[in-house]
């Protein structure tokens, strides 16, 4: 794994093949595609940035890089993907051996260009958009949050407010006189016409005939625009107290039935209203939403509390009335954002369902941010918004307007990409036919992107025949190119530019190359984010069995073993985790829907689909760490074994994090022992693993829930459904002072024990 971890150091990539089946059968029968996760705009200490434009083939518009060959007397370079010879423009005449440009060094493959001059104009838009439709208690943990998160906001960033509930109120803080708004019926959609004209956007100039609307050059009055849209050191005061007088919605609510709420329409207008201001603009809506939507478009349950919300079970069996109907609106909302190039942020918190479910293709294809929480007074919640804003160590390094490109050799296509984007269809020779994710094209906007935001792309091999073993040893790598063109925290536009080869292999005696570049991290995080994508658009699909059935063909085409000899099976090192990722991800969130809501698994998808390979592994097999006086802080095996009464678990498994004391330890610390001087010890024990959770909270968004249990307590049902069930209540050999678990499920040796058998034979 180390020297994997290294490439991603230097890079930000990790392939699940790092040595390349070179035909298409070949391909295929890797079963695991060849594929990349790739992290845009990681930061990287010491990679140069370049204060020029950078140097691009006439041909294929790929950028000179390392791999390009150069001939310096002629002052040539050749492209390696088109082969295109192109002449060097005459500022590069002095180049040679010596005396190389920085994109040419052999350890810059990943650089940056900063285009001098190119800083937008416009500073950062926040919309908040605020639903009232919440309970007292609730309404006052939202305004605290809010008023904190508007000391957060950098100065010169423009700040617009709308709030909702039945009704929908735009605020305009420009009208410093009195709070002024502008209400909407919540029951209809706006256009963008109909909002300009109810929001006097033409008093003062007039509406121009023809055109767009965009912005103060095309139709707008700055003056207008400066209504709605304040920078946040002139409007701090006035929003402040704006959220002070804010009351809970005062429509009354009827005994049996739901609190009406119009979250659509409030994104909406939002949408529309920042469409018309600051078009092409960094804006982020940030949307506050604490309860179902059951109002206008997008809702997704009537009012009556006699009908159930959508389960896995309703959407099964395609019998969620509004379901369709919300997710085809927020598909024209989305596809809205993504040409205005703004971003939706998503803070749902609620015991019940909000709508994440349906939300979820505008947030994702924007590249916004999204946290699940049960109150607006939940630390996930409150830690999370604060992180958002946070400018110092830590901070997101949110950034905007991203243009994601791809180059490669012609020997490959790109299926598509999975992960926080949107098409841009820009069709060419590099499209494949099969489609996985947002495909067919090789271009990508990505509204909102961030230091973590992670794409994983799905690559196909399109070489029908292994040429001769000469032409094999002379050309034998493939190239990959990923240009990210993108608005900086700073303002400035940069392009990011990491060129990236690989060798492939062919033929009767490549499978040990191909074992030698396997990662296995890289591939269980491919396999769930594809399993993830399947479950959600093909009906009827088992993803139990389709990963069943690759995870054989894999065993039998790499494992060692004697025809139908499972005790003479064996697997690489290289492989070796491999059965046991796939073992967790059968039973991980991603697959196994029951005991979720469709919100919750909409969630977990989202951050999947965003996230780099490291955290991805953790959601699917989380990390367990066993504190006790016998030893150091040490890994432990995610089995119900590593339970015992006289130590402390720290149990990670992203979204929550699980601190569980052993029976002893429990009884210990309700004595009150770790307050007595003479057990400083125990109060170390118990300090320990705290401390570790900490250092991950601090690390993390979204901010993990901690959860901090006893053996045998209720709680204590967050660790037992992570661990692998060796030991349960029809099984024998239970160790005193452990656990075990009630459940039907097989356990992992008997996962590895049928495995065996159907591999070698």
Known sequence: MAEFMELEGQDGVRMAWNVIPGTKQEASNCVVPVSAVYTPIKPFPNMPVLPYAPLRCRNCRSVLNPFSIVDFAAKIWICPFCFQRNHFPPHYASISDENLPAELFPQYTTIEYQSPGEASSIPPVFMFVVDTSIIEEEMAFLKSALSQAIGLLPDNSLV??????????????????????????????????????????????????????????????????????LPASDCEFALNSILEELQKDPWPTPVDQRASRCSGTALSIAASLLGACVPGSGARILAFIGGPSTEGPGAIVSKNLSDPIRSHKDLDKDSALHYHKAV???????????????????????????????????????????????????????????????????????????????????????????????????????????????????????????????????FEIVKKEIPDATLQSSNNQFYFQFLTYYQHSTAEMRLRVTSLSRRWVAGPGSIQDLIAGFDQEAAAV???????????????????RWLDKALIHMCSRFGDYQKDSPSSFSLSPRFSIFPQFMFHLRRSQFVQVFNNSPDETAYFRMILNRENVANSVVMIQPSLISYSFQSAPEPALLDVAAIAADRILLLDSYFTIVIFHGSTIAQWRKAGYHNQPEHQAFAQLLQAPRDDADAIINERFPVPRLVICDQHGSQARFLLAKLNPSATYNSDGHHPGGDIIFTDDVSFEVFLDHLQRLAVQ
């Not at 491919?526 to 139990?544: C, G, Q």
């Open 526 to 544: 491919v396999m769930a984010r594809l399993v993830s994508f399947k479950m959600e658009i093909e009906a009827e699909f088992d993803p139990i």
């Open 328 to 458: 085809k609106f927020y598909e024209v909302l989305a596809k809205q954002l993504v040409h205005q190039g703004h971003v939706l942020d998503l803070f749902a918190c609620a015991l019940d369902q909000v709508g994440v479910a349906e939300l979820k293709v505008a947030v994702e294809k924007t590249g916004g941010l999204v946290v699940l929480a049960e109150s607006f007074g939940h630390s996930v919640f409150k830690d999370s918004l604060r992180r958002v804003f946070r400018s110092e160590d830590k901070d997101l390094g949110l950034s905007s307007n991203g243009i994601f490109e791809i180059n490669c050799s012609k020997d490959i296509k790109v299926q598509g990409i999975l992960g926080p984007c949107a098409s841009l269809e820009k069709k060419g020779p590099l499209c494949s036919d099969t489609i996985v994710g947002q495909g067919s094209t090789s271009a990508w906007k990505m509204c909102g992107l961030d230091q973590a935001t992670s794409l994983c792309l799905i």
């Open 160 to 229: 617009g407010l709308i709030t909702f509930g039945t009704l929908v109120h735009v605020h305009e803080l420009g009208f410093g006189t009195i709070p002024k708004t502008y209400v909407f019926k919540g029951s209809k959609d706006v256009s963008k016409e109909q909002l300009l004209e109810q929001m006097n956007f033409f008093l003062i100039k007039p509406k121009p005939p023809t055109g767009v609307i965009a912005g103060a050059r095309d139709g707008l009055s700055s003056e207008s625009i400066a209504r709605f849209l």
